[in-house]
């Protein structure tokens, strides 16, 4: 009986944990939308070719 209640404790305790880091996570995920969106498209278009243009002058030495 011990080792049964030892064991759904530990469960109990690892589901916790996992619920935790699934909130955690969709946290994450909202900022980063919400900071792409104030970024703005063409903001955003406009990094990625500054860094493309970067890795070709980096190729070319």
């Known amino acids: 009986m011990r080792k049964l209640l030892e064991f759904d404790f530990s469960t109990a305790i690892d589901g916790a944990v996992k619920?935790?880091?699934a909130k955690i996570r969709v946290a994450e995920?909202?900022?980063s939308n919400e900071r792409t969106v104030?970024?703005?498209?063409?903001?955003?278009y406009g990094k990625?070719?500054?860094?493309r243009s970067h890795g070709a002058r980096l190729?070319?030495?």
């Open 19 to 21: 619920d935790e880091a």
């Open 38 to 44: 104030k970024l703005g498209w063409h903001e955003l």
């Open 29 to 31: 995920d909202e900022v």
């Open 48 to 51: 990625i070719g500054m860094a």
């Open 59 to 61: 190729a070319q030495l």
